[in-house]
């Protein structure tokens, strides 16, 4: 399992400049992509979930550029992708949902049963099978997304504030989730929410204003913040010593005080 991501800038025709010469890598574990709105988290999940051409750079997924047309399709077959906005027909149940999904995802007609069974079941739906998705409650949502990102079996997931229009109840329970899903997946969580980080995350990147501005593992993302007074938690206090220090010195940060990105 890898993810490389190099010198990508990615800019909307209207918006401008979304994401600039960003980098990074993985190989293992739950990354998180920490920012404020607007900084281009969504932008670049789209991007690796190939939701959107690339413009400049390259990224590689399991060892294949997708600017490769030939093997993008076979790429797709590896990624489990859940948007930011999840949209879903409110009369189909749980399982004829994630079926269908398994379905525009190419499982195979002979696996498709047992992968749907296998992924409501790693997100602890399989007693709501048959209930329709309109009955669901949000927390109840959030995790039917969750296995139809999972049900194609993928090598790599990519989940755009999975947490998001949760209560603090259904949120914990569903970190509890991903941190159990990244111990069999290379997992890339894009979020505003520190504790999210905190909570699930081995390695941390901080976007600000499209630009990777820091690199490098919750501990020491809390350690940069030891003279901050922002936030209640040392990484909240670490997040917002990042991102003043960027603003009052335009630096970039990573654990070890280089700029170059390094494989997790």
């Known amino acids: ?16 400049p979304a994401l600039v010469d ?11 992509v920490l920012g404020p709105n607007g900084s281009g988290k969504s932008t670049l ?9 690339l413009q400049q750079g390259s990224i590689r997924i399991l060892g294949q550029d997708l600017r490769n047309r030939a093997t993008l399709r076979s790429v797709r077959r590896q990624i489990g992708y859940l948007p930011q ?17 398994a379905w525009l995802r190419e499982v195979p007609g002979s696996e ?4 749907v069974e296998e992924a409501l079941a790693s997100v602890d739906l399989l007693h709501h099978a048959r209930k329709p998705l309109r009955e669901l409650s949000g927390g109840q949502l959030r995790r039917a997304g969750l ?10 997931l990519l989940l755009d504030e999975p947490t998001v229009a949760l209560d603090p109840e259904q949120r914990s329970a569903f970190r509890s989730l991903l941190k159990q899903v990244g111990t069999q997946h290379l997992a890339l969580i894009a979020t ?8 699930v995350c081995t390695k941390v990147i901080v976007l600000s204003a499209g630009r990777v501005v820091f690199q490098g593992t919750p501990e020491e993302l809390a350690a940069l913040g030891q003279d901050s007074e922002l936030g209640d938690t040392p ?14 010195h335009g630096s970039q940060l990573d654990g070890s005080h280089d700029q170059h990105p390094r494989e997790t």
């Open 1 to 16: 399992m890898s993810l490389e991501v190099h010198h990508v800038s990615f800019s909307y025709a209207r918006r401008g």
């Open 22 to 32: 960003v980098s990074l890598s993985a190989t293992t574990g739950v990354i998180g």
């Open 45 to 53: 999940v789209r991007l690796l979930a190939t939701e959107l051409p």
């Open 85 to 101: 906005r999840f949209g879903y027909y409110p009369d189909f149940t749980v399982f004829e949902f994630v079926e269908y999904v």
């Open 112 to 115: 498709r049963s047992r992968a």
């Open 147 to 156: 296995a139809c990102a999972l049900v194609n079996r993928p090598a790599i």
């Open 192 to 199: 505003h929410l520190v504790e999210d980080v905190t909570t």
């Open 235 to 248: 990484i909240e206090r670490g997040y917002h010593a990042v991102l003043v220090q960027l603003r009052d």
